[in-house]
């Protein structure tokens, strides 16, 4: 069987960096962070994009940004480039008719351009999103699911 291949949106990202006195949150990173060690140790590959990248820059505190950009270089297997502008601009255009907004939307047409089986997200109003190109889920349903393929 192949790997799968998931993309993490940046809510994902910067989940670690959040406030973790909020247990949704503890949760949600500790998910998280096991997902990445199941990206680091190869058992599932990792796709980011352009729109990652240049959502990452903005991170205010350097050593997070820098962290997490090193994470990508490291472990990613599958990049998104600029080079699909065209086709993510149109996706991105057909997933906002929906409601989803702009950013949002630019991660889930990367992802369903790379053929990624899952979004993973912590982003309520995108996880209420539907498509049949992508699954989309939270990081804690993700660890369930891969649990038990």
């Known amino acids: 069987m192949d ?3 998931i993309y993490l949106d940046n809510c994902c990202y910067g989940r670690p960096f959040d406030n973790q006195n909020d247990i949704d949150i503890f949760n949600d990173t500790q998910a998280k962070m096991t997902i990445q060690s199941l990206v680091k140790y190869k058992a599932i590959e990792l796709v980011y ?3 990652s990248i240049e959502e990452i820059t903005v991170y205010p505190i350097e050593a997070n940004r820098n962290s997490i950009i090193k994470f990508i270089e490291n472990n990613a297997s ?3 480039s600029k080079d699909n502008d065209n086709t993510a601009i149109a ?4 997933i906002m008719k929906t409601g989803i907004k702009r950013k949002d939307a630019s991660h889930t047409a990367c992802a369903i351009i790379a053929k990624c ?3 993973i997200t912590t982003d309520k109003r995108l996880l ?8 989309i889920v939270d990081p804690i349903n993700f ?3 891969w649990r038990n393929l």
Request: proline share 0%; aromatic share 14%; charged share 35%.
């Open 78 to 80: 599958y990049y998104i």
């Open 3 to 5: 790997k799968l291949k």
């Open 143 to 145: 660890l369930k699911i």
């Open 49 to 51: 994009s352009s729109v």
């Open 117 to 119: 089986d899952y979004l």
């Open 91 to 94: 996706l991105t255009d057909e």
């Open 128 to 135: 209420k999103y539907q498509d049949n190109r992508i699954k």
